[in-house]
């Protein structure tokens, strides 16, 4: 049943010729949040010439795009958490209203602690008659005013992903690795999946291959912290390269990114033993040539004499054995 918004409002509800009465204002709009405490008031006043007996009712419910009422939302298709009406506080005791009296009706709104976010409607009817069943059946006809109030919940959620650390080993050296590591931090209200990619340069800016980030798909809770790995392309490579990670996350609509770079070099394994080989080889060598050339001297048994090294010039007298001099004189 669709009901036009002002027209539903305005409407002034005689059941008899003499009793009519209105109710402002039409339309309520809030802004809130999680524990809110808001009070209002409502006015109604009797511009017929009988007595009426008004009943208060509180009903969830749903507008079209144009601002009228779509539905009645029955109480069970709502919980707490969402249903504007299970936060609305209002005396629902029949009000006696006399010919040109006026009442001020208050009600309050106590927001549930852990509300969905989003925007909530329901209507405040007033509809009279002998009893609470006819006022209720009038409101719901659209036969009695009332007031539309609108709570928006804003979505105060935290979203935000820390990436605590990114570096890559120092040097890569086999091509089944898992050099690349990397360390992202929830500190947020909402779970995250973060994607992107590892895109890694030579040192003239080229780029030389890339790795997903998080290809699985995998959340991060609020609170949580998760390492991820990720292998470095080494076929071949060698030298020093760059590694720069690119990583998103949040909804559809609010993206954020992380961005980090790291050093490395990629030597690999056989090369290393290859140098290794080399360097043993060198230094065998050199201390071959080195013992050939001063400490390999051959001495026979019938030699007559023995190759001595003597220190060019003369050394002090302190350090003689013999003092020559003195003997001699």
């Given at each position: 049943?669709?009901?036009?918004?002002?027209?539903?409002?305005?409407?002034?509800?005689?059941?008899?010729a003499s009793v009519s009465y209105t109710v402002s204002p039409l339309v309520i709009d809030?802004?809130?949040?999680?524990?809110?405490?808001?009070?209002?008031t409502i006015t109604i006043s009797n511009t017929g010439t009988q007595q009426v007996t008004i009943y208060p009712t509180v009903n969830n419910i749903s507008l079209s795009e144009g601002g009228g009422i779509e539905t009645f939302l029955a109480p069970v298709e709502s919980d707490r958490t969402q249903s504007l009406a299970s936060w609305i506080e209002i005396n629902r005791l029949g009000i006696d209203l006399q010919p040109g009296a006026t009442r001020t009706v208050p009600f309050t709104i106590r927001v549930n602690p852990s509300p969905v976010p989003g925007t909530y409607h329901v209507l405040l009817g007033f509809g009279s008659g002998g009893n609470r069943d006819e006022a209720e059946t009038h409101v719901k006809n659209g036969q009695a005013p009332g007031t539309i109030v609108s709570v928006t919940i804003?979505?105060?959620?935290?979203?935000?992903?820390?990436?605590?650390?990114?570096?890559?080993?120092?040097?890569?050296t086999r091509k089944d690795n898992h050099s690349a590591t990397f360390t992202f931090n929830n500190p947020?209200?909402?779970?995250?999946?973060?994607?992107g990619e590892i895109i890694f340069y030579n040192t003239t800016g080229k780029e030389i291959g890339s790795v997903p980030v998080n290809d699985q798909n995998e959340m991060i809770a609020p609170g949580a912290e998760r390492v991820f790995t990720a292998m470095v392309p080494t076929d071949g490579l060698f030298g020093k390269y760059k590694a720069y990670l690119r990583v998103e996350y949040g909804t559809t609509t609010q993206r954020a990114s992380l961005q980090d770079t790291s050093?490395?070099?990629?030597?690999?394994?056989?090369?290393?033993?290859?140098?290794?080989?080399?360097?043993?080889?060198l230094v065998t060598v050199i201390a071959w040539y080195v013992h050939r050339r001063y400490f390999d001297i051959q001495v026979t048994?019938?030699?007559?004499?023995l190759l001595l090294h003597v220190k060019e010039g003369t050394s002090d007298e302190m350090h003689h054995d013999i003092n020559l001099k003195k003997i001699h004189d």
């Open positions: 049943m669709f009901f036009s918004v002002c027209g539903f409002l305005f409407f002034t509800m005689p059941v008899h809030i802004d809130s949040e999680a524990r809110d405490i808001v009070t209002k804003a979505d105060k959620k935290i979203s935000t992903l820390k990436l605590s650390n990114f570096f890559v080993d120092t040097f890569v947020g209200d909402e779970a995250l999946v973060p994607t050093f490395y070099y990629v030597i690999p394994i056989k090369m290393i033993v290859g140098i290794i080989i080399f360097l043993i080889v048994e019938d030699a007559e004499h």
